[in-house]
């Protein structure tokens, strides 16, 4: 009998309950949005997709060294020493050709960690949240205008400097190598302080002459890798789209 009466309280009781709450509700005015004619304000600090202002980005690669789950992928190539890239509408000197910037919207977790470290701003959540998609690859968007055509260019001119400069550095060190055999043939005294003073100097530019070349030779590690890399992510890529195909 108690249990009875307890199960009838509990049951009027959720009845008036959700009466009650109806009841408040029924001569509120409606809030139903008419989407998408209609669309309700989103709020200020929506995280919603990344959009990128490639025009002024200098390639300092600190969003994708921010983003903790590696969606975005830079690629950037030095300019020549007559190339003028300008600058960006913050007043930072541009000196990379931005030839890759590709973010893929499929990994992205909405953090926004990415936004905060760069020092143009080029990189903004915009208010946009219409972008599904049936292939996950149509969720890579490449923000990086520069044609194949550029990219090769771009690339062979700084091979060209980078030999000519190599070429320069081997001349240098040839003639001063003739010049330290020249002085020995004409029997200058290696142990006086003036020749000791030429042959500290030779050394310390032998020396800076070898620091340049491992930097070189760092510079080219590092652009392999990073070849290597986009190769991977781009194989990683066409093997899912031929595995959705």
């Not at 139903?32 to 200098?58: A, G, M, S």
């Not at 143009?120 to 890579?140: F, G, H, K, P």
Request: with cysteine.
């Amino acid at each position: 009998m108690v249990k009875a009466l307890t199960d009838t309280y509990t049951t009027f009781k959720s009845i008036f309950t959700g009466m009650g709450i109806t009841m408040r509700h029924l001569f509120k005015r409606s809030v139903t949005v008419q989407y998408p004619e209609v669309r309700d304000k989103l709020p200020e600090r929506v995280r919603l997709k990344l959009h990128v202002n490639i025009d002024d980005c200098i390639g300092c690669r600190l969003c994708e060294r921010a983003c903790p789950v590696e969606c975005i992928d830079i690629g950037t190539i030095k300019s020549t020493d007559d190339d003028d890239l300008g600058e960006t509408s913050t007043g930072h000197k541009k000196k990379l050709w931005v030839d890759t910037f590709d973010i893929d919207m499929a990994k992205c977790c909405y953090c926004e960690l990415c936004v905060h470290p760069c020092p143009t701003d080029c990189i903004t959540m915009v208010e946009e949240y219409e972008y599904s998609a049936y292939d996950r690859n149509d969720l890579i968007f490449s923000f990086a205008d520069m044609t194949p055509e550029q990219i090769e260019r771009a690339n062979r001119k700084l091979e060209e400097e980078e030999e000519e400069k190599r070429r320069k550095k081997e001349e240098a060190r040839r003639a001063r190598e003739k010049k330290a055999a020249q002085k020995a043939e004409a029997g200058d005294d290696a142990t006086s302080p003036g020749n000791a003073s030429d042959d500290a100097g030779g050394t310390r530019t032998e020396a800076g002459a070898s620091g340049d070349a491992d930097a070189d030779a760092d510079r080219e590690a590092r652009r392999a890798a990073r070849e290597a890399r986009r190769a991977a992510r781009k194989a990683e890529r066409e093997a899912k789209k031929r595995s959705g195909e």
